[in-house]
């Protein structure tokens, strides 16, 4: 009688969970419904691991509906153990083209301390180099942890405006990603947020505003937007875990008020899953396909 119980019991659990992840459509969007949204392949970070499968996976995707890829895995000159040539070839095979990727190389505390940051930018000539031969448009990096000093912070504002400057002259585009401890302050005195927004040159330096950290730093995604309009040329659109689902984040304020952000592309990103990987990528897909604020593309 115990196992039958506990058989009962797992398949009440099983059902719930399916309940709970077929809550939104999962019906393949209709061919009327095309837009142009991005996907953060650390959403998918269970399923790459070594990048063996990573054709299936990039197919799969792409026949959900994404659009483009950036990438999360750049090492040692690879994209997930691929070559530039191959990691582009295998995006463009699956019907999706290469965005953007993430990667940054930090300063060490001679660098920080001399403001002499010359050989770091050797290995950011190296990593250029290959993004653009992977057919990338937009290199961002990803976190910066809060400086002790708003001396430290400085040399980090100097450091990305070289390398923005860097981008440009192969090319491309470089920009931050915020998460939510950049709203604490540093020294007490200045937001670090604020600071690198005032002290990146916009022509250098552009901001991928995650519109989830910034809500969970307590913040308006739509304060900065009209504080710093032309900031923000790309989103991260991300929830507690399936797009949509939390009601945390105001995304239809966020979509109406983008022209003044600057933004030109959108990214999907899923951290945090409420059911199987798949059917919560496809998931928070299908809710931005279906909101009627979200516009076929911000590129055009």
């Known amino acids: 009688m115990r196992i039958k119980h506990m058989m009962i019991l797992s398949a009440l659990c099983l059902s719930m969970m399916a309940t709970s992840c077929s809550s939104h459509s999962t019906e393949t969007a209709p061919e009327t419904t095309k837009k142009e949204v991005a996907i953060q392949l650390y959403s998918v970070r269970d399923l790459v691991k070594d990048g063996s499968n990573l054709d299936q996976i990039l197919k799969d995707l792409a026949d959900m509906g994404y659009t483009s890829v950036e990438a999360a895995n750049y090492n040692d000159g690879k994209f997930y153990g691929k070559t530039p040539q191959e990691f582009k070839q295998m995006v463009e095979k699956s019907g999706m083209t290469v965005l953007s990727s993430h990667t940054t190389h930090g300063l060490s505390d001679e660098e920080l301390a001399s ?24 290199i961002v990096t990803p976190y910066l942890s809060v400086p002790k000093t708003l001396k430290d912070l400085q040399t980090y504002c100097d450091y990305y405006n070289e390398v923005g400057k860097r981008c440009q002259a192969a090319g491309l585009k470089y920009g ?3 998460h939510a401890h950049e709203f604490q302050k540093v020294e007490d005195k200045e937001l670090m947020l604020d600071y690198m927004l005032q002290h990146t040159n916009p ?32 989103l991260h659109i991300k929830d507690h875990r ?47 396909l279906d909101a009627p604020f979200v516009k076929a593309s911000y590129s055009k």
């Open 176 to 178: 931050y990603h915020n």
């Open 242 to 288: 399936e797009i949509g689902q939390s009601g945390m984040v105001g995304y239809d304020a966020i979509f109406k008020n983008t022209d003044t952000a600057g933004v030109r592309h959108i990214v999907a990103e899923i951290e945090k899953y409420s059911c199987p990987v798949e059917e919560s990528v496809k998931q928070s897909l299908d809710y931005l």
């Open 203 to 234: 022509e250098y330096v552009f901001f991928q505003m995650d519109v989830y950290w910034v809500v969970r730093g307590q913040n308006s995604p739509v304060d900065y937007f009209n504080k710093y309009p032309g900031r923000f040329t790309m």
């Open 115 to 138: 403001g002499d940051f010359t050989e770091a930018l050797k290995w950011w000539d190296q990593c250029i180099a290959a993004h653009k031969e992977a057919g990338m448009e937009y």
